[in-house]
């Protein structure tokens, strides 16, 4: 079983920059895809980005591409979600999920097996 935290949410002005945490508990942290997905107000849950185990791959959503980044660090259990350049449309509440099988970064949300309990993010214009 692995218990997953995400913190780092807050208000920020657009324009302005995040980085949000999540700590998982476990042992076997270091064997996960993680993924960030959010989730916007009468929106369904979206994929934001992922990283593979080592950290040597990433994928990220289109709207998302060159002002976010995930990266991890293994020996903490934590990947982060740097998110810069943010606009009113990245409102939401933010989950970080964790895949445990080996094929690769996904964007359903149906492929991770662990998820947080979210953050939130607000941006204001």
């Known amino acids: 079983q692995v218990q997953l935290v995400e913190s780092g949410g807050g208000l920020v002005q657009a324009g302005g920059s995040l980085r949000l945490s999540c700590v998982a508990s476990g042992r076997t942290f270091s064997r996960y895809i993680m993924g960030w997905f959010r989730q916007a107000p009468g929106k369904e849950r979206e994929f934001v980005g992922a990283?593979?185990?080592?950290?040597?791959?990433?994928s990220y959503a289109d709207s998302v591409k060159g002002r976010f980044t995930v990266s991890r660090d293994n020996a903490k259990n934590t990947v982060y979600l740097q998110m810069n350049s943010l606009k009113p449309e990245d409102t939401a509440v933010y989950y970080c999920?964790?895949?445990?099988?080996?094929?690769?970064?996904?964007?359903?949300?149906?492929?991770?097996?662990?998820w947080g309990q979210g953050t939130q993010v607000t941006v204001s214009s």
């Open positions: 990283i593979t185990w080592s950290g040597g791959s990433t």
């Open positions: 999920a964790a895949d445990r099988r080996f094929i690769g970064i996904q964007a359903a949300m149906t492929a991770y097996d662990y």
